[in-house]
């Protein structure tokens, strides 16, 4: 049976890849956040692809959380020489990802397209899928204006406060069709939301018409796994910019964020109170992944739970 994993980058790839590794050959679809995709250098760089990409075939850099392990960085050494842009780092390999795409999608080909290929080339067995093949662009509003979203995660390391976020484009973009097909198939066992920011990884993906209602409208359950441990994000500006917009940091305020959309939730032991009050099935597990054996074993859990719903 297949599983499709909603999956944005650094967090969610972890829950990626301990699914990819429990999962026959073949099983596993991911569908990636492209709300972070941007053109830098004149190339088209797709950040949760690469990173998703990346981890899947086990050449992530993992003290980094992006990018490729053993990396070099000779091009940016010389990019800053002459003068150019060097505060969104490309590494010497990594960059050859991004020349390829560009060139590909110059040529008339499909992000899916280039996407299956890159895939293919590192190797993969399951399948990997841009949210969309139309250009979904995350913008954050912020006390000190609208950023552009590398602008405000990489530029501003997220310090400005965030008063809203929204995605432009996201209206007028078609869902990736292998994804509602994937959705429509009788066979899929589970949707898995993985534990990526649901406001910046997650949001855009649910913000293209028509992917909410076929997530609801699928006969496989969909389960979330919770970003937030004990009132707070493992990683990243999750908990930040739940701060900023008024809310709880808490795995409830994730689970209340998605709401119906839920069939069963997974939070960490450590926030097992707020079980009772979610109005949804949940279990509560070790849900930080440092290890390999976490990855997997929260993967388990997650498909376990799906088997359980059906
Ligand atoms: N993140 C950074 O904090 N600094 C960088 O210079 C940077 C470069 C970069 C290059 C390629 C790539 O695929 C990712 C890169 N990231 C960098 C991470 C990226 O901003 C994030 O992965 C996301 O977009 C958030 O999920
Ligand atoms: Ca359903």
């Not at 949760?48 to 050449?59: E, F, P, Q």
Request: aromatic share 6%; net charge negative; with cysteine.
């Amino acid at each position: 049976a297949q599983v499709l994993a909603l999956c944005g980058g650094i967090g969610g790839a972890k829950l990626a890849l301990g699914l990819y590794r429990t999962l026959a050959p073949g099983h596993l679809t991911v569908a990636v956040n492209t709300g972070d995709d941007f053109t830098h250098l004149g190339l088209h760089v797709s950040p949760d692809i690469d990173t998703v990409a990346y981890t899947l075939a086990g050449l992530n850099d993992t003290e980094r959380g992006w990018g490729l392990a053993g990396e070099s960085w000779h091009f940016m050494e010389a990019l800053g020489r002459l003068g150019g842009e060097t505060w969104f780092q490309l590494g010497d390999h990594d960059l050859a990802t991004h020349v390829l795409r560009t060139q590909r999608l110059a040529a008339g080909e499909t992000l899916s397209q280039v996407t299956a290929a890159l895939a293919a080339r590192l190797g993969l067995h399951g399948r990997l899928l841009p949210m969309s093949d139309d250009p979904v662009r995350t913008l954050v509003d912020t006390d000190e204006g609208r950023l552009a979203f590398q602008n405000y995660f990489v530029a501003q390391r997220c310090r400005p406060r965030v008063t809203a976020i929204s995605f432009a484009g996201a209206k007028e973009a078609k869902v990736q069709e292998d994804v509602l097909a994937l959705l429509a198939d009788g066979t899929l066992a589970a949707i898995v939301i993985c534990p990526s920011n649901p406001y910046l990884s997650v949001d855009p993906m649910l913000a293209i018409p028509g992917l909410r209602a076929a997530l609801k409208a699928s006969p496989a359950p969909v389960i979330a796994v919770s970003p937030i441990v004990a009132g707070k994000a493992v990683k990243g500006p999750t908990a930040k910019i739940m701060e900023e917009l008024g809310l709880p940091v808490s795995s409830r305020a994730v689970a209340e964020h998605y709401g119906d959309l839920l069939d069963g939730f997974i939070l960490d032991d450590s926030d097992a109170v707020e079980t009772a009050r979610l109005g949804v099935p949940t279990v509560a597990t070790r849900t930080l992944m440092e290890t390999l054996e976490d990855r997997e074993r929260l993967a388990r859990s997650v498909l376990n739970f799906a088997s359980g719903l059906r």
